[in-house]
């Protein structure tokens, strides 16, 4: 382990970000599972809980919340479920018609796009 | 008779003069004795006389008869006197044998009495310095006495062994403690690591080692403050009281049982981090042994004047006086006893160490909710706002409006419904931050955040109605975000769905207009308590 690596660590442990959990009570969130906040944060909640409400005023997925707050996709899903709970925060499934098996069928993710997508990928 | 008062004199004269031999006192004495010899020989001469005057007179039949008995009285006479004489000079030497061995006891019980007194005091004070045996004993005069001698040196030597053992094993340990404070701090640097890594099957068991590494490296942290050696890590930059709060909890074993309730945004400096988050580790370890496992531990932050008061409360046992007494002398000023800690309760002679170092002041009273409380204050010139370039801490945005209750959660209520919280003192680069003429609903910047990357955040916020954020004397309304926007579809569509309640609450059941009233009466809420605090 790098001594930067030590040296950006908060001294904030998971399990104490999570109360203890490592999985999150429902199913709800994939990676790519829309968020959007409800309310603005309050006081006295918890910091990650605020970053959320602040970064999810416009629709964001599971997994950019996960790379702004710098936490485990499984520990951003926790704390997406205590939002879900207190109804802070709404949910859009990009898939709901079918979920998970063909992220094709959405529409920014036809093959053709996915496939010029590609090439100008090459192109770099 | 002189026996009884002769050892008095003899004392009384040669003790101050300290010169004195038993000659000395052997010449003084010698008239006496003389004077004694003198008149018995005298006085056998005036028997003798008497006798042979007796014998001449007596009639000449008789003359040889009393001659015989005179003789055998006057020898037996001069047997006596001699026997007498030689008594009294065994007595007069037995007398001054006694007064020289007066003599000497006193002269060995001034020379103990320095060394009980003063040389030994001073040698061991040397010895705790460190000083080794042999310097020590060079520095004062040596005591007369030979024996005296090898005690201070047998002692000397014994002391400063034990002194040297001492020093070896806090050393040893100190040493160990480290090793394993290193060890504890990367493997905790690498267990986050491989939580970021791997997925969620293993993270519950990654969290579990989490935990238990924690622990293993608080009690390392533990051993090496009581050995004096330093502290855990250097955290480099300010840390806010959010984590200083969760790095303590990590750190006991029933951190589940612990709830805290903080509104605070202030940051203790890098230094004194760690030995903040220790004590307060230390004693919420403290407050969740000593309470029942059903009952919750609460911490509460307030900001006062004087620093930042941390209180410990605890539904358990109310500390009897005796105990009180202990826990406060084990963190008051007194510097540590190694002698007073127990082996199994380490907590609070740790908790005293480290509010010396950092000029923490921990106090005890009965708790409000019927165990103990524990109150610390955390001075504030550890008290710092983190600054703007260090490492972004996710979600830092804690908008600290004291008089808004927290909605939704009841548990962190308690924190608004405290009495005689004073509005926390808005720190200066706080205001810093929301440039004059900027009456945002919200804080716009957090920590780490840059202002570019605010103004973006804003734009986004306002752009789809709402006048550009900074222009207007008004909150902008954040509800007109395409998020919000969003938000509203998704609820008007999860009502007409056949009224299914669902988890969320009545907030998010309004329609999007009444998200905007209530959005814009919380902002005019937080900019007036932002008024009132400074």
């Not at chain 2, 855990?232 to 309730?261: C, F, N």
Request: proline share 7%; net charge positive.
């Amino acid at each position: 382990m790098t001594r930067g690596h030590i040296d950006r660590e908060n001294p904030d442990r998971l399990y104490t970000i999570t109360g203890g959990r490592s999985r999150a009570d429902a199913d709800v969130f994939d990676l790519v599972t829309l968020v959007v906040a409800e309310c603005d944060p309050s006081p006295g909640m918890q910091s990650e809980h605020v970053g959320i409400l602040r970064f999810c005023r416009s629709a964001r997925a599971v997994v950019e919340i996960a790379a702004h707050l710098r936490l485990p996709i499984s520990v951003t899903r926790i704390l997406l479920c205590d939002l879900l709970d207190a109804g802070r925060i709404v949910v859009r499934q990009p898939a709901r018609s079918a979920p998970r098996r063909s992220a094709v069928e959405l529409p920014y993710a036809h093959p053709e796009l996915l496939r010029e997508v590609l090439v100008g990928l090459r192109r770099l | 008779m002189p026996r009884v008062l002769e050892p008095a004199r003899g004392r009384a004269d040669t003790f101050p003069a300290g010169t004195s031999t038993p000659a000395g006192t052997s010449t003084r004495r010698q008239p006496v004795l003389g004077a004694n010899r003198t008149v018995l020989l005298s006085a056998l001469l005036v028997v003798a006389v008497a006798a042979l005057c007796a014998v001449a007179t007596a009639p000449s039949s008789a003359r040889v008869s009393v001659g015989v008995a005179v003789l055998v009285g006057l020898a037996a006479a001069a047997v006596i006197v001699v026997l007498a004489i030689r008594q009294a000079d065994g007595t007069a030497r037995l007398v001054e044998r006694l007064a020289a061995l007066d003599a000497l006891t006193e002269r060995r019980a001034a020379g103990l009495a320095q060394l009980a007194d003063d040389t030994l005091p001073k040698i061991v004070a040397q010895l705790r310095d460190g000083v080794s045996a042999e310097e020590a004993m060079a520095g004062g005069p040596p005591p007369a006495d030979p024996a005296e001698q090898r005690i201070l040196r047998t002692l000397a030597e014994e002391v400063g062994r034990g002194e040297r053992m001492r020093a070896a094993a806090m050393a040893a340990c100190a040493n160990a403690a480290g090793r394993v404070q290193a060890l504890a701090t990367s493997m905790l640097a690498d267990l986050r690591d491989m939580e970021d890594r791997h997925s969620e099957e293993v993270l519950g068991d990654l969290l579990r080692l989490d935990h238990s590494v924690s622990q293993a490296g608080r009690l390392a942290d533990s051993i090496a403050v009581l050995t004096g050696a330093r502290s855990g890590r250097r955290w480099t930059k300010p840390i806010v009281m959010e984590s200083i709060l969760r790095g303590a909890l990590g750190r006991i074993s029933a951190y589940q049982r612990v709830r805290l309730h903080s509104t605070s945004t202030a940051a203790v400096a890098g230094y004194a981090a760690e030995g903040v988050m220790h004590a307060l580790a230390e004693l919420m370890d403290n407050a969740t042994s000593f309470s029942p496992p059903s009952e919750e531990v609460h911490v509460y932050v307030e900001e006062v004047q004087a620093g930042l008061v941390v209180t410990v409360e605890d539904g358990g046992l109310v500390m009897g006086p005796a105990a009180l007494r202990r826990a406060e002398r084990a963190v008051s000023a007194e510097a540590l006893d190694l002698t007073t800690l127990s082996g199994t309760r380490l907590g609070l002679a740790v908790v005293g160490v480290l509010a010396r170092k950092y000029g923490l002041t921990v106090s005890f009273r009965p708790s409000s909710r019927g165990g103990t409380g524990v109150i610390v204050i955390i001075p504030r010139q550890l008290i710092t706002q983190p600054r703007p370039d260090g490492a972004p801490l996710p979600g830092a945005h804690v908008t600290a409006a004291p008089g808004v209750p927290a909605g939704g959660r009841g548990g962190r209520q308690a924190v608004a419904e405290r009495p005689g919280e004073p509005a926390p003192a808005a720190p200066p680069s706080r205001d810093a931050a929301h440039p004059a003429g900027t009456p945002e609903p919200l804080p716009k910047r957090g920590r780490g955040e840059t202002l570019a990357g605010a103004a973006r955040a804003a734009a986004l916020a306002t752009s789809p109605g709402g006048p550009p954020a900074g222009q207007d004397g008004r909150p902008a309304a954040p509800a007109v975000s395409p998020g919000e926007r969003f938000g509203a579809f998704q609820q008007s569509r999860a009502r007409a769905r056949s009224g299914e309640t669902g988890p969320t609450g009545s907030a998010g059941q309004q329609p999007a207009g009444d998200t905007d009233a209530a959005g814009a009466a919380d902002a005019i809420n937080a900019t007036d308590s932002r008024e009132a605090a400074p």
